[in-house]
């Protein structure tokens, strides 16, 4: 019986993404040529998400939460717990659209691709899903549980998250100035 819910739950998850993605695509119009504008703001968002790398491990330090629950009074370690649970929920959202973007954004330049890769493309398409998933329960974990207990989540996270990255800097660098639109 749990191998049926496990193939029911996966099958659920496969339909939601792709009626997420067909509908997202269908939205920003993947066929549209991407403009300088876009190439631009990709490459500032991808200098982003590079340099607020410190800024996140600060999020979910054990060291702060330890401090505070040492050094403090329960209404100022709610509070703390508040405020890093907003944070960490609002960077995750960040890094969700961004990563979004920089796939939406790959799969528009992979018309400029000299060799294609079906078998790249297969990856990285399972690893978006992946990260879609894990994203996603990230978030439910911080709403229930907190940021310092979803750790390992958020270190499985950032690694996708830099793994896009890192594609899309790959792919912008190959990109030669004369393709994007204005």
């Known amino acids: 019986m749990s191998g049926l819910a496990a193939v029911i739950v996966l099958g659920t998850l ?20 991407v403009s300088i504008e876009e190439f631009a703001n990709a490459r500032e968002a991808l200098d982003a998400v590079f340099v607020e790398t ?5 999020i979910f330090s054990a060291e702060d ?10 209404e100022v370690q709610r509070l703390f717990l508040k405020e890093r649970r907003a944070l960490a929920v609002q960077w995750l959202r960040k890094t969700q659209k961004q990563v979004a973007q920089f796939m939406d954004l790959h799969l528009r ?15 990285l398409t ?16 911080l709403w229930l549980r907190g940021p310092f207990r979803a750790r ?7 690694a996708v998250a830099g793994y896009f990255c890192a ?16």
Do not use: D, M, W
Request: hydrophobic letters at 45%; glycine letters at 6%.
């Open 126 to 141: 399972a690893k978006y899903v992946g990260f879609f998933v894990v994203s996603h329960l990230l978030l439910l974990l």
């Open 65 to 74: 939460i330890e401090f505070i629950c040492r050094s403090s009074t329960p």
């Open 14 to 33: 496969i339909l939601v993404f792709g009626v997420r993605l067909v509908l997202q695509s269908s939205r920003t119009g993947r066929n549209r040529p």
């Open 152 to 158: 390992r989540v958020v270190g499985y996270t950032c």
């Open 109 to 123: 330049l992979a018309g400029f691709t000299e060799k294609p890769s079906p078998g790249f493309e297969l990856e």
């Open 54 to 58: 410190a800024a996140i491990e600060r």
């Open 167 to 182: 594609i899309c800097s790959v792919r912008l660098a190959n990109v030669t100035a004369a393709e994007p639109r204005s």
